[in-house]
């Protein structure tokens, strides 16, 4: 069985820090093989892609957060990470993991942060 488990969220003061990650396990394949990333969802919003991270190692980022966050990922650990930096109350958001390939696609169960003001 496939399992996401994304960490590290909670509450931060707006300007501070916070370092997501998400554990993947039970995928059948190299985890070299997928495309990993972040995706948030403000309450009453859509899910936006937040970043991604190509099995080759080169990302993209949604414009709202280039230049704060930054997306890595050890795959001897099977993980993907999000370092937030400069948060906004706007990132107010669940966040979640997901990794896909050609023939799979696979998301997290999310996980909270909060920024207040």
């Known amino acids: 069985q496939v399992q996401l488990v994304e960490s590290g969220g909670g509450l931060v003061q707006a300007g501070g820090s916070l370092r997501l990650s998400c554990s993947v396990s039970g995928i059948t394949f190299s985890i070299s093989s997928y495309t990993m990333g972040w995706y948030r969802q403000a309450p009453g919003k859509q899910r936006d892609l937040v970043a991604v991270?190509?099995?080759?190692?080169?990302?993209d980022y949604a414009d709202s957060v280039k230049g704060r966050f930054t997306i890595s990922r050890d795959n001897a650990k099977n993980t993907v990470y999000l370092q937030m930096n400069g948060l906004k109350p706007e990132d107010t958001a669940v966040y979640y993991c997901?990794?896909?390939?050609?023939?799979?696609?696979?998301w997290g169960q999310g996980i909270q942060v909060t920024v207040s003001s």
């Open positions: 991270i190509y099995n080759g190692g080169s990302t």
């Open positions: 997901n990794v896909y390939n050609i023939f799979h696609n696979y």
